[in-house]
């Protein structure tokens, strides 16, 4: 029932810019800290059907490179049938109209029938897995970034707080947390400073 009637809107690229900065400056920059034999972790938290994850891969490919055993991205949704389905990497040409530059369609995607499918070499830097924000964090590896976009708005303070400490215990001490254009973590008490790159906001964990 939560499955069905949840949001699961999502877009190729949305907002434009942080994909940018996460190319060109914040992977870069954890990278560069761990050094040639240290791959960069990233999570997407609350991924629906992939779009995100999957413009993750994309972006850093175009601005960095092939990435193998370079990032390893993880995307997670509470819904079992959406994780099925961003797994695929299989999108209908409504879904791909909804964001993806004509350029990437090109290089990056192959025909599939009625559907457009995200090629092997960017569907394989990304596993995708169940599981729910709200309940703790218990197992998850430590990482480098996580972008947490567009979820926190459905839910009270109490629970945006609880998450947003969850996420401290799994992001490195130089980490980076990446928010939806539209959340702020004013009225939250956390543990998260907050920087400003070419004009999208991002946070760093306060110092232990």
Not at 80 to 108: C, H, W, Y
Not at 153 to 178: H, K, P, Q, S
């Amino acid at each position: 029932i939560i499955d069905a009637i949840a949001t699961h809107e999502t877009s190729w690229f949305r907002d434009s810019d942080p994909w940018k900065v996460l190319a060109r400056v914040v992977v870069p920059d954890v990278a560069g800290r761990r050094g040639p034999s240290t791959s960069v972790r990233i999570w997407s938290a609350a991924c629906s059907s992939g779009q995100e994850p999957y413009s993750i891969a994309l972006a850093l490919t175009e601005t960095l490179g092939p990435l193998r055993g370079r990032v390893l991205i993880t995307a997670s949704d509470f819904s079992g049938s959406m994780v099925e389905k961003a797994s695929q990497g299989r999108f209908t040409q409504l879904e791909i109209n909804r964001g993806v530059p004509a350029r990437l369609l090109v290089t990056d995607f192959q025909r599939d029938g009625a559907y457009w499918r995200v090629n092997d070499d960017i569907r394989s830097l990304v596993t995708f897995e169940q599981r729910n924000l709200v309940r703790p964090f218990d197992g998850m590896p430590t990482f480098d970034v996580v972008c947490l976009r567009n979820v926190l708005i459905y839910f009270d303070l109490a629970v945006r707080t609880r998450i947003l400490n969850e996420m401290r215990r799994v992001v490195a001490d130089d980490g980076w947390l990446l928010l939806g254009s539209s959340e702020t973590l004013l009225g939250l008490t956390v543990s998260w400073d907050y920087t400003t790159i070419d004009g999208t906001v991002l946070y760093r964990p306060q110092p232990v």
